[in-house]
């Protein structure tokens, strides 16, 4: 399974650029990267997924060099409501039966200060 | 209108009891997801089911019965709780199997006593 680890914290000011990165040294071919956000008593909220190089939305960039062994979050300016827990997922949804890879890592809890 | 709905929010229940927990989507989309988060924020898939059929059957105890009767719907069903399965349950739906965009629900909490 590519396990991935994430920070477990991190705090920001108002303003900044908050880059998380992710590691998934054992992703695989068909792997994926999918990052969401969530915040207390919601379900997570998807934010981005890339497979190689950088993807942009309205809300995020990801990262992913060559090796894909990691992925970088980048939250541009980011403000009192983006804290939250940001979570890296790594996996490909066509796998079926058992031991599916879509399982969330630890979580980076992301505290933005005024 | 709410995207992906779960009933009930709070579910708090004794040992052994057997109860369940449904969820519906008006996305329009065809698979849809089981995960459980626990206590330290792990979330894990359990099941997905895609137009009804089983596609993702994870290391589930047998208690646990998911039951789709039709795409906009899945709901999960637990015989003989026991207190490990306190945690908060959330359902999800994708577009198809494919996709890694998932929409989630609002969570129920269960608490096994």
């Known amino acids: 399974l590519a396990k991935t680890t994430q920070p477990i914290s991190m705090d920001s000011y108002e303003g900044q650029e908050v880059n998380i990165t992710c590691s998934h040294n054992?992703?695989?071919?068909?792997?994926?990267i999918t990052w969401y956000q969530q915040f207390p008593s919601q379900g997570p909220r998807f934010i981005i997924q890339?497979?190689?190089t950088k993807v942009t939305n309205e809300v995020a960039s990801l990262f992913i060099p060559a090796d894909r062994k990691s992925s970088t979050l980048s939250l541009p300016r980011v403000s009192l409501s983006d804290t939250a827990v940001y979570y890296c997922?790594?996996?490909?949804?066509?796998?079926?039966?058992?031991?599916?890879?879509?399982?969330f890592g630890t979580g980076t809890q992301l505290k933005v200060e005024l | 209108d709410t995207a992906v709905s779960q009933t009930p929010k709070y579910l708090v229940t004794q040992m052994g009891n057997d109860k369940s927990i449904k969820c519906e989507q008006n996305?329009?989309?065809?698979?849809m997801y089981w995960y459980k988060q626990d206590s330290k924020k792990f979330l894990k898939i359990m099941f997905s089911?895609?137009?009804?059929?089983?596609?993702i059957n994870e290391t589930v105890p047998n208690r646990f019965s998911p039951k789709s009767p039709d795409k906009a719907h899945l709901n999960l069903h637990i015989n003989s709780l026991e207190l490990g399965d306190s945690a908060v349950y959330f359902c999800?739906?994708?577009?198809?199997?494919?996709?890694?965009?998932?929409?989630f629900g609002p969570g129920t909490r269960l608490t096994v006593t």
């Open positions: 999800a739906s994708s577009q198809n199997r494919g996709s890694y965009e998932q929409y």
């Open positions: 054992n992703i695989a071919t068909n792997d994926y």
């Open positions: 890339g497979y190689k």
């Open positions: 997922l790594v996996g490909d949804p066509w796998v079926t039966g058992g031991g599916n890879k879509l399982t």
């Open positions: 996305l329009g989309h065809d698979t």
């Open positions: 089911y895609n137009n009804k059929e089983l596609i």
